[in-house]
């Protein structure tokens, strides 16, 4: 069984620009989860959707971040302009829903902000 | 508000000796409550998860156990092994799916 895709795997920009993140999740995942985690933290969860729906973005920066999953499927996350502070491995996770919490984190994408 | 509190931050212990980790809860709604071991550089990775129905669950050198009544649960590891050394996170759901992380326990198994 394909696990969660993620990419890319490294970014780095300069601050001030813009930068998006993928993820796919497992096949017939209901629940996408964008989690940001700094090194030496926990993770903190970004924005959470329930097939193309938001369920809670009640801490992703509305300012400089979006996210979306158009179709209920993959899942895409921007951040524009970047900033020195949103260096940190952004982790895609996904579960089945309904019930179901047992989430699947992906490899996630290390993001380094010059 | 929705908060994971988690102790220790960093554990040291021999190897072949127990380990314990604890997290505490702040919504008696949570009905969830997941461990996962995060080796260097690597994703999270889920090891054991335990529902609001049970007080205990064991998978092998693991266990978890859950006091509903103090909201707070512990993940149990004995007879440590090297390949054990990883960050450990306890989440909880807060009865709504959204998993909410704990800061996290080093654990570093002394040969």
């Known amino acids: 069984e394909a696990g969660v895709a993620q990419s890319p795997r490294y970014k780095i920009i300069e601050k001030r620009q813009s930068v998006a993140f993928w993820c796919n999740p497992i096949s017939g995942h209901a629940t996408l989860y964008w989690y940001q985690q700094i090194l030496g933290q926990g993770p903190k969860l970004l924005i959470q959707f329930q097939n193309n729906g938001v369920v809670d973005d009640s801490q992703l920066p509305k300012d400089r971040f979006s996210a979306e999953r158009l179709k209920g499927v993959d899942s895409t996350l921007k951040i524009q302009p970047a900033k020195l502070e949103d260096s940190a491995v952004y982790l895609c996770?996904?579960?089945?829903?309904?019930?179901?919490?047992?989430?699947?984190f992906g490899q996630g994408t290390r993001l380094t902000v010059v | 508000g929705e908060n994971v509190e988690q102790h220790p931050s960093t554990l040291s212990v021999q190897e072949g000796d127990s380990a314990v980790i604890k997290c505490t809860y702040s919504d008696s709604a949570s009905n969830y409550f997941p461990w996962y071991k995060q080796e260097l550089g690597k994703r999270p990775q889920l090891i054991i998860d335990?529902?609001?129905?049970?007080g205990e669950k064991k998978d092998q050198r693991i266990a978890v156990t859950l006091n509903k009544t103090a909201k707070h649960f512990s993940l149990h590891i004995t007879e440590t092994q090297p390949e054990d050394s990883a960050v450990y996170f306890c989440a909880s759901n807060f009865g709504n799916e959204k998993l909410t992380f704990g800061t996290g326990t080093r654990l570093t198994i002394i040969p």
């Open positions: 335990i529902r609001s129905n049970v």
């Open positions: 996770a996904s579960s089945l829903g309904a019930g179901n919490t047992e989430a699947f």
